[in-house]
């Protein structure tokens, strides 16, 4: 039987044909810029407005994001292992078919194609319209070119599905505008997105540690600390309510603060994108896990920081109608863009200095999302999973051409589709879905294939592995209950994976 249908029995049996089409063209620095700058996106300037009205708490807040820090590299820890052992084009795609079967596998890679990897560029191309529309007043969610239609509130038990515009306005058209030419660009080898990826995250990098130095330096409010530090565990006490999920006490905030999280996750989010990279990778037993440990670490270590300023800044608690950054607070900057309203407190042209470094942000992410995400695509083509096209690449510059142009087209039709936000929360319930079942598999391979090599081994397993897949369940179960108008939509484009799976087999087999 053919790998395409039967997982295979070792990973010494991996076939090496399709990564030796690749240029081996990444190191140890664009490893670790491609997992930096695939973290580092908008989110980081946005999200903690929705977590801080959401928690009411500096604690909560800063929890939040501790979290998801422990959370992504404790995964990239694990990952590693399975980098190291299984360096192939595809990465989690590669680990889910070896670990759980072919079907498993596909499930993850279509749902990367429909809404994982697709709905993040996606997200992250609108994000780059929204803070280009902090300099050019025109780019906006509500400038419409064409309004095709709004899809209306439908409650179907606990759910509320559709609410959302339809169409196309000055803010997607921008954000489309830069898939696409970020797409073109990456069509023509992979140095050439490489060095994207390293100028931009070099500066992004920069930017956000810019913003940390300044905040602390110049822009430190006595009255937001004395009001946030003074009080920094108000409404998070063994008494504190939270009226969101409608539970109190302890247990209320590990609820609110999972719901909280899917803002602080999706900015995290991204990290495993050099897994995909695998077969462009020099040295990838040594470079994979290097690179996801010393990435993930540095941008973590960044996010709690910016938090830490935010706090230092602006008082949590504010007011929606305040007529200035300070009275608006963290919970309602203005469109959530908190980094933005720090550096408004310092600086009069505050507000266009960040914009101009979030675009620069936003504009690497993309292009290190775009670059990694192909990878996916061509490895199902060449297991007979996926367009046959997606699987070639091109004659002179060995990129996956269609694989590309698929998912540029995808995506284009999502940034259509959804806000930031409702974006945000389709993403993160199936992305921690396919990291829980791919952490099971470094379980299930230690017990399969005891003698397979491995170069590196997981720091901390069994124990820090099996305190991810609960944590990850309990985020899971959560969204399930209080998001369902995203999560169910989410978990309901997995499971139609299935019959889309054995239809791509069976026409595989007849054609073999």
Same mark, same amino acid.
């Given at each position: 039987m053919s790998t395409e249908t039967q997982p295979l029995a070792s990973t010494h049996a991996l076939p090496a044909t399709q990564d030796q089409e690749f240029v081996k063209g990444l190191g140890l620095m664009s490893s670790t810029t491609l997992v930096m700058g695939s973290m580092i996106g908008s989110g980081i300037f946005i999200v903690s407005a929705d977590i801080a009205r959401q928690t009411a708490s500096p604690a909560l807040l800063i929890i939040?994001?501790?979290?998801?820090?422990?959370?992504?590299?404790?995964?990239?820890?694990?990952?590693?292992?399975?980098?190291?052992? /299984?360096?192939?084009?595809?990465?989690?795609?590669?680990?889910?078919?070896?670990?759980?079967?072919?079907?498993?596998?596909?499930?993850?890679?279509?749902?990367?194609?429909?809404?994982?990897?697709?709905?993040?560029?996606? #997200?992250?191309?609108?994000?780059?319209?929204? *803070?280009?529309?902090?300099?050019?007043?025109?780019? $906006?969610?509500s400038h419409w070119i064409l309004h095709l239609w709004k899809v209306p509130a439908i409650h179907v038990g606990p759910m509320i599905l559709g609410n959302m515009?339809?169409?196309?306005?000055?803010?997607?058209?921008?954000?489309?505008?830069?898939?696409? *030419?970020?797409?073109?660009?990456?069509?023509?080898?992979? =140095?050439?997105? #490489?060095?994207?990826?390293?100028?931009?995250?070099?500066?992004?990098?920069? #930017?956000?540690?810019?913003?940390?130095?300044?905040?602390?330096?110049? #822009?430190?409010?006595?009255?937001?600390?004395?009001?946030? *530090? $003074?009080?920094?565990?108000?409404?998070?006490?063994?008494?504190?309510?939270?009226p969101s999920v409608g539970l109190t006490g302890l247990f209320g905030a590990m609820v609110v603060v999972a719901v909280s999280q899917v803002g602080s996750l999706f900015s995290s989010d991204a990290w495993n994108n050099v897994t995909f990279t695998?077969?462009?990778? =020099?040295?990838?037993?040594?470079?994979?896990?290097?690179?996801?440990?010393?990435?993930?670490?540095?941008?973590?270590?960044?996010?709690?920081?910016?938090? *830490?300023?935010?706090?230092?800044?602006?008082?949590?608690?504010?007011?929606?109608?305040?007529?200035?950054?300070?009275?608006?607070?963290?919970?309602y900057a203005t469109e959530d863009r908190v980094a933005t309203a720090v550096m408004q407190v310092r600086f009069a042209a505050g507000a266009s200095l960040m914009a101009a470094a979030i675009l620069i942000s936003t504009f690497g992410c993309a292009n290190g999302l775009i670059l990694a995400g192909a990878r996916?695509?061509?490895? /199902?083509?060449?297991?007979?999973?996926?367009?046959?096209?997606?699987?070639?690449?091109?004659?002179?510059?060995?990129?996956?051409?269609?694989?590309?142009?698929?998912? %540029?087209?995808?995506?284009?039709?999502? %940034?259509? $589709?959804?806000?930031?936000?409702?974006?945000l929360d389709y993403i993160i319930f199936a992305v921690l879905v396919f990291y829980i079942l791919t952490i099971i598999g470094l379980f299930v391979l230690r017990r399969t294939q005891p003698g397979a090599v491995r170069p590196y081994r997981a720091v901390g397993y069994p124990v820090l592995p099996a305190i991810y897949i609960v944590m990850a369940l309990f985020i899971d179960v959560v969204l399930l209950r209080y998001k369902p108008q995203y999560t169910w939509p989410g978990l309901i484009i997995v499971l139609c994976g299935i019959p889309v799976y054995y239809l791509w087999s069976r026409r595989e087999r007849v054609s073999a």
């Amino acid at each position: 039987m053919s790998t395409e249908t039967q997982p295979l029995a070792s990973t010494h049996a991996l076939p090496a044909t399709q990564d030796q089409e690749f240029v081996k063209g990444l190191g140890l620095m664009s490893s670790t810029t491609l997992v930096m700058g695939s973290m580092i996106g908008s989110g980081i300037f946005i999200v903690s407005a929705d977590i801080a009205r959401q928690t009411a708490s500096p604690a909560l807040l800063i929890i939040a994001w501790l979290v998801t820090g422990f959370m992504t590299i404790t995964a990239a820890l694990a990952y590693g292992e399975l980098a190291a052992m /299984m360096p192939r084009a595809g990465g989690q795609y590669v680990y889910l078919r070896e670990a759980l079967g072919p079907l498993w596998g596909f499930l993850y890679g279509w749902t990367l194609f429909m809404v994982i990897q697709t709905g993040t560029i996606a #997200a992250v191309g609108v994000a780059f319209g929204k *803070f280009l529309g902090v300099m050019v007043p025109g780019v $906006s969610s509500s400038h419409w070119i064409l309004h095709l239609w709004k899809v209306p509130a439908i409650h179907v038990g606990p759910m509320i599905l559709g609410n959302m515009d339809v169409g196309l306005n000055t803010q997607n058209l921008v954000g489309i505008v830069i898939i696409i *030419f970020l797409t073109v660009v990456n069509l023509f080898g992979l =140095k050439t997105g #490489a060095m994207v990826q390293n100028v931009f995250t070099v500066a992004k990098t920069a #930017a956000l540690l810019g913003l940390v130095v300044i905040g602390y330096a110049l #822009a430190r409010n006595p009255q937001a600390i004395a009001a946030n *530090f $003074s009080h920094f565990w108000m409404n998070s006490g063994s008494h504190a309510i939270f009226p969101s999920v409608g539970l109190t006490g302890l247990f209320g905030a590990m609820v609110v603060v999972a719901v909280s999280q899917v803002g602080s996750l999706f900015s995290s989010d991204a990290w495993n994108n050099v897994t995909f990279t695998a077969g462009e990778v =020099k040295n990838p037993s040594r470079n994979l896990p290097l690179s996801l440990a010393l990435g993930t670490g540095a941008v973590i270590a960044l996010y709690v920081a910016a938090n *830490f300023v935010y706090l230092s800044v602006l008082p949590l608690i504010g007011d929606p109608h305040g007529s200035s950054v300070l009275a608006r607070g963290i919970q309602y900057a203005t469109e959530d863009r908190v980094a933005t309203a720090v550096m408004q407190v310092r600086f009069a042209a505050g507000a266009s200095l960040m914009a101009a470094a979030i675009l620069i942000s936003t504009f690497g992410c993309a292009n290190g999302l775009i670059l990694a995400g192909a990878r996916v695509y061509y490895a /199902m083509a060449k297991d007979g999973l996926f367009f046959t096209k997606a699987g070639r690449l091109h004659p002179t510059y060995k990129t996956p051409t269609w694989s590309l142009a698929v998912q %540029c087209v995808w995506t284009c039709i999502l %940034c259509v $589709s959804g806000t930031y936000g409702q974006l945000l929360d389709y993403i993160i319930f199936a992305v921690l879905v396919f990291y829980i079942l791919t952490i099971i598999g470094l379980f299930v391979l230690r017990r399969t294939q005891p003698g397979a090599v491995r170069p590196y081994r997981a720091v901390g397993y069994p124990v820090l592995p099996a305190i991810y897949i609960v944590m990850a369940l309990f985020i899971d179960v959560v969204l399930l209950r209080y998001k369902p108008q995203y999560t169910w939509p989410g978990l309901i484009i997995v499971l139609c994976g299935i019959p889309v799976y054995y239809l791509w087999s069976r026409r595989e087999r007849v054609s073999a």
